[in-house]
């Protein structure tokens, strides 16, 4: 009977034990990711598909972030860590006719650490955002990077931050 009755206050001790504020909310804004968005060079307000669009990091252990995707726009991490988050965005990644093409992009801003909660802990919010890529002359598949979110700050996925013209 003792056994019994331990058996059902662990239950009840286990079940209490989290509380609603414990758990992170799938709606509550955490650390947002860079909206990208491609465009005609030629005609900057077309969209414009990067094709076979791999992109990865520059670290010796490179992580693919995307993989071989054709798309007019992108979602990708910042380094919540660092002031500067480099991608080499290579397309053509599997294309036996065109020969892929990888150009170097860097992202610098300043991280701002907000508080949100018990439960989600801190976001990072990016400011004074700025993107360049590595000129080859005539060798870029990029022609030009535009910082488009409001103010420089990065701080939700509603709208798009960077437009490529390629």
Known sequence: ?????????????????????????????????????????????????????????TFENSQIVLDNETTDS??????AGADLTQYRFTINSDS???????????????????????ACSFKTIYN?????FEDEGTGNWIFQIDVTALNNTVEDENDTHITILH
């Open 96 to 118: 036996i006719p065109s020969f892929p093409n990888t150009d170097i992009v860097a992202f610098n801003y300043d991280r701002e650490d907000i508080y949100v909660n018990r």
């Open 74 to 79: 992108i979602a990708i991490p910042l380094n």
């Open 1 to 57: 009977m003792i056994k019994k009755l331990s058996f059902v206050f662990l239950i009840l001790f286990a079940i209490n034990g989290c509380t609603r504020d414990d758990i992170c909310a799938e709606t509550t804004q955490t650390t947002p990711l860079l909206i990208v968005v491609f465009k005609n060079a030629a005609i900057p307000s077309e969209a414009k598909e990067a094709v076979g669009l791999t992109i990865e990091t």
């Open 128 to 132: 004074n955002l700025q993107a360049n």
